[in-house]
């Protein structure tokens, strides 16, 4: 049990509160509703380059990185296609700065032409190293294309081509910074050796004279599940062929999500799982086997991903038949066992309990919580109501219902 206290500030702001008198830290997440699927798609990346940017300097605090070391701190940020979160952690008694940080860069950035091409040319090197010089580097911007031929989940958070992040200006910077960047479109975790009545005061302080500001509605439809495969091959400097098969599958707080997280969990979570067992052990054919889900807001996709051992196109045909045969098992009554199902559960309540340990994990899921408006605490009562049934039904409408796109990452010839 995680207990919280929540609170609402004039401007919009809204924010939890955990005290916890044990840690001699506190820590702080400012989590944004905004990320890639408020792109364009001729300006893909900025919502990335965008967290960069947030560190380049802001109207009262030139330096934020230096500023919060002095106070013995330390921060990071991330982006998804979702969200946006920027976090901080450092000493109880120095708490105060972290209010006094996270909320200056919410009032306004500095918007310094030398920040936006010094993160301009670090977002762009990023984009070279995770995706055009790594193995496999490009499977998200072959994937995401067949499986959302219209929203904006189509691209890769980094973006569609360094080419976008290279023509954004300033004016696109301060538009993105005001219709997205606001307390209304916030929410604030305090976790920590800090009281509500403190985190209340600080909160109230520094982020309630942030005024509202009119944030960018969105007009946003889901694209159809596929009903027919769709299947690309490509050829790159790679070690071994990859096989990437993804299905459509429910959006994030359904019981058909949590449902789909559990098939990918009885198919690869550690070496009992039917993948490494049936497959990895039981084959020939694989180095690896895999199971995943993207865990998005809107309808996301669950992905089975393989390494194949053998190159030869019937053997990788073969590795494709075994991996969706093995997923569409599931939807068979009585395929799932108790025991698998248990210990699903229990990896999941397990995982829950220790990632929330720390400060830091904890005041994010608590943020997103909070936005998602949820009690933190039903996430492993839910979890623990799947039945078997739940699963059959989920593994009947993601495998068999509707077809898959298979993504082919073959050694150049």
């Known amino acids: 049990m995680i207990p919280y206290e929540t609170f609402e500030l004039d401007n919009g702001l809204r924010v ?3 005290y ?7 820590a702080l997440c400012v989590l944004y509703d905004t990320g890639a699927r408020d792109e364009s798609p001729d300006s893909t990346g900025i919502a990335h380059l965008f967290e960069h940017l947030m560190f380049g300097g802001s109207v009262n605090v030139p330096h934020f990185d ?41 009032l306004g950035l500095a918007f310094s ?43 890769p958070v980094i973006g569609v081509d360094p080419s976008h992040i290279d023509k954004v200006t300033q004016e696109q910077v301060r538009r993105w910074f005001f219709s997205h960047y606001a307390p209304n479109n916030a929410t604030l975790a305090v976790v ?13 302080k520094w982020f309630g004279p942030i005024p509202r500001r009119e944030v960018q509605k969105r007009h946003l439809t889901d694209d159809p599940w596929l009903n027919e495969p769709h299947r690309e091959v490509v050829y790159d400097n790679v070690p071994q062929t990859l096989v990437a098969i993804a299905y459509r599958m429910d959006p994030y707080g359904t019981n058909q999500y949590r ?8 198919l690869s979570a550690g070496k009992s799982a039917r993948f490494f067992q049936r497959l990895v052990m039981g084959t020939d054919l694989f180095t690896t086997a895999d199971a995943s889900i993207s865990g998005s807001e809107h309808s996301g996709f669950l992905i089975l991903t393989a390494q194949v051992a053998q190159e030869a196109d019937e053997a990788v045909d073969r590795a494709i038949d075994m991996m969706i045969a093995q997923a569409k098992l599931l ?5 799932v066992s108790d025991y698998e199902l248990l210990r699903t559960k229990n990896r999941y309540e397990s995982t829950f309990t220790f990632d929330n340990v720390g ?24 979890y623990r109501q799947l039945t078997l049934q739940d699963i059959a039904d989920a593994a009947q409408r993601i495998f068999i219902d509707h077809s898959p796109a298979v993504v082919i990452i073959r050694p150049q010839k």
């Open 16 to 18: 939890v509160s955990n």
């Open 20 to 26: 916890d008198p044990q840690s001699a830290m506190v």
């Open 66 to 106: 230096a500023t919060l070391e002095l106070a013995g701190g330390t921060n990071n940020a991330a982006t998804s296609n979702d969200f946006t979160v920027f976090y901080d952690i450092l000493p109880a008694q120095n708490a105060e700065t972290a209010f006094y940080l996270e909320s200056d860069r919410m």
């Open 113 to 155: 032409d030398k920040a936006l091409e010094v993160q301009r040319h670090v977002v762009i090197e990023e984009f070279k190293q995770v995706c055009l010089n790594r193995p496999y580097g490009m499977l998200m911007h072959t994937l995401r294309p067949l499986l959302y031929p219209n929203h904006p989940y189509r691209w």
């Open 192 to 204: 920590g050796n800090i009281t509500k009545g403190k985190a209340h005061e600080y909160a109230k």
């Open 259 to 266: 449902a789909a997280d559990a098939i990918t969990d009885i």
């Open 331 to 335: 939807a068979q009554p009585g395929d």
């Open 359 to 382: 400060l830091i994990n904890r005041a994010q899921n608590l943020a997103t919580a909070l936005y998602h408006g949820e009690d933190i605490n039903n996430n492993v009562p839910l």
